[in-house]
Structures are given as structure tokens and as C-alpha cells.
């Protein structure tokens, strides 16, 4: 009897951390989401040609590339939380700025710092939630964190599309930075276990050759893998970058921009949790072979299409 008491107090105070944890990456994925449905006429404000607008919302994405690996010795040295509390904060300052600035050179440069500080948040979220799932209950817990974060990308837009339709395309800036304070006060109540773990030199925490080595010794598995991420990426920079730029060409406003981003994620609140179990029965790299297809096969007509109707 006693030793059940202990587990059901064991599995409660683990249903709390993962519930609050989930909650405090909502709130950061949904400023994210916020600011997306108004992101690509932001940065068009800069720049007059697509392939340039393109370009900046690269750089978001290219400086993660080589920093990747160190964020997470990082993380796995200084500790989960920690470096989710700098990074938040440093992140909730750079919206500030994207709001006020009116230079492509400063945009340039928080491109840079906003595409590393979104790893640090997402390699130290991920981590962190493996980190506190037990063995038998990884995929469960994987599958509800996931489904806080997508609900955050659905939510954001429809927000942010509206107020940069109703206001200006600058405020939902300042409400993701408010946003990702919240979520600074919910992950400063949450324990991390590997705070004061491993100390390793700084030299080893940011040293880029020591993952990447480790990342060829994985074998052929993980290159399969990255090149499935790269073929990904393309679609999000046709879904998140190009895809509204067209809706505001076929002359809807930015809330339905913002709709459409949001609608457009339904499918993966839904069917999240099933690929999750049908990935563990048939094996994952199948699942994810028909996910790019039918991603390819669904986006490819993107060019052709005139109305809203048929981009739903």
C-alpha cells in the first residue's frame, strides 16, 4: 500500500512538471505563432524582391546550423533551465527590437540572434522533456508536450494576424515578447535536475567538432534523417514564408493569413498522437517518408491556385 501511495505520488508530481513545462513552451510557441502570420510582410517591408525575403527568413535557419550541436553539450552541462531562462529572456528583448527597428542591417543581425536563441529554446525543450520522461512513458509525454506546442503555432497566427491586420504589423512583436515573459515565470518554478550536474570545461560545452563527429559515427540512419529535415524546411519556407506573401497577392488581408496558418495545423494536432503509434509499429522512417509525400504532393499545387478555397 505504501509503496503505490509513493508511485501515484510519484506520477502526480511528474503529471505537474509536464503539464506546467508544456504550458511555459505554449506560451513561447504561441508568441512564435503570433508573429508569423505578420513575419513575411515584416521582413518584405525591407526588402521589394520575394527571393530576398526568402533569403532573410534564411538566416534564421542558417546560423542554427553550426550551433546546434554546442547548444546541446550546453545544455546538457549548464542545465536545462538555465539556459531556457537566458535564452527566453534574451528572446523577449530582440521582439522589442524587431519592433522598433527600421534598418535592414539591424535585421540582419537579429535574424541571426533570434535563429539562435529559437535552437537554444528548442534543443533545451526538447532535452528536458526526455529528460523527465521515464522509459515506458517517453512516447505519452512526447505526444502531450507536442500537442501544447502545436496548439501554440495554431492559436498565435489567427491573434497575430488580426492585430497586425487591425493595428500594425509591428504589434504582434510586442506581444510575443510579452508572451515569452510569461513563460519565463512558469519555467522559473520548475526544478531542474541537471542543473548542477556534469561540469565540464567551457571549452568542451561550445566545441562544434565534438558533435559533429559524434554525428557521422550514427551511422547511415541520421544522414537518411537529415536529408528528410532539409526536404522539410523547404516546405516550411513555402508554407510559413511564401504561402501567405501569395494569400496577400490574391488580395486577403493578414487575419486570414493568420486563419489559414492556424487551420493549416489541425491536421497535426490530430493526427500527431496516431503517427506517434503507427511510427512505433511500422517503424518511424516509413512514417516519415509519407509524411514528405503527401506534404509534396499537397503544396505542389500552390502555384496553380487563384482563390482561398482552393489553398484550403
Known amino acids: 500500500m505504501k509503496g503505490w501511495v509513493m508511485r501515484a505520488r510519484e506520477n502526480e508530481g511528474l503529471f505537474f512538471t509536464v503539464l506546467l513545462f508544456s504550458i511555459a513552451i505554449f506560451l513561447f510557441c504561441l508568441a512564435q505563432g503570433a508573429v508569423s502570420a505578420v513575419y513575411p510582410s515584416y521582413l518584405k517591408s525591407f526588402v521589394l524582391k520575394a527571393h530576398l525575403v526568402g533569403l532573410l527568413a534564411a538566416l534564421v535557419y542558417i546560423i542554427q546550423l553550426p550551433v546546434s550541436g554546442p ?49 537554444t529554446v528548442f534543443v533545451s525543450s526538447e532535452a528536458f522533456i526526455r529528460d523527465i520522461s521515464p522509459p515506458e512513458k517517453r512516447g505519452e509525454i512526447r505526444s502531450f508536450f507536442g500537442t501544447w506546442v502545436t496548439a501554440g503555432y495554431l492559436i498565435g497566427p489567427v491573434i497575430g494576424g488580426w492585430i497586425g ?19 519565463l515565470l512558469l519555467l522559473s518554478g520548475l526544478r531542474d535536475d541537471r542543473s548542477h550536474g556534469n561540469k565540464a570545461s567551457m571549452r568542451d560545452r561550445v566545441s562544434l567538432l565534438g558533435p559533429v563527429r ?17 526536404v522539410l524546411y523547404f516546405w516550411y519556407a513555402t508554407k510559413w514564408i511564401y504561402a501567405p506573401l501569395y494569400l496577400l497577392h490574391l488580395g486577403y488581408d493578414l487575419s486570414i493569413v493568420g486563419i489559414w496558418l492556424g487551420a493549416s495545423l489541425l491536421p497535426l494536432i490530430i493526427l500527431q498522437i496516431p503517427a506517434g ?14 509524411g514528405i509525400i503527401i506534404s509534396s504532393i499537397f503544396i505542389a499545387p500552390l502555384g496553380f491556385i487563384s482563390s482561398l478555397n482552393g489553398l484550403i
Open 71 to 119: 547548444v546541446g553539450a550546453l545544455s546538457d552541462t549548464t542545465g536545462r533551465k538555465k539556459l531556457l531562462i537566458v535564452s527566453l529572456s534574451a528572446f523577449a528583448g530582440v521582439e522589442v527590437l524587431y519592433f522598433i527597428n527600421n534598418h535592414l542591417i539591424a535585421l540582419i543581425l537579429l535574424q541571426l540572434l533570434a535563429g539562435l536563441l529559437m535552437v
Open 165 to 183: 491586420n487591425t493595428y500594425s504589423i509591428r504589434i504582434p512583436f510586442l506581444l510575443s515578447a510579452a508572451f515569452m515573459l510569461l513563460s
Open 214 to 230: 559524434r554525428f557521422f559515427s550514427l551511422g547511415e540512419e541520421i544522414c537518411y534523417l537529415s536529408l528528410s529535415a532539409i
Open 277 to 290: 503509434i503507427l511510427g512505433d509499429r511500422i517503424g518511424k522512417d516509413r512514417v516519415i517518408m509519407g
